[in-house]
């Protein structure tokens, strides 16, 4: 597991609680984004901090969400 993105997702969850108001891009770079919300803790798969959201199946990695000011 690589040791950056399990650090990453630690502190994700630290500064961000479930909930917490995004704006993601399923592909990176394409389009606006979609805002939503955070639907879980991140965790790391096959080597990416990842996080879901509502409206996706499935998970977003960290560097493809922006958290959006209230």
Known sequence: MSKIAELNARLWNEL???GTRVRYWPL????D???SRTRSEAWVVCGSAVVMVD???GGIAL????VEND
């Open 28 to 31: 990176l770079g394409e389009g």
């Open 55 to 57: 409206g996706y199946a």
């Open 63 to 66: 560097t493809h969400i922006e």
């Open 16 to 18: 961000y609680p479930q």
């Open 33 to 35: 984004g979609k805002a």
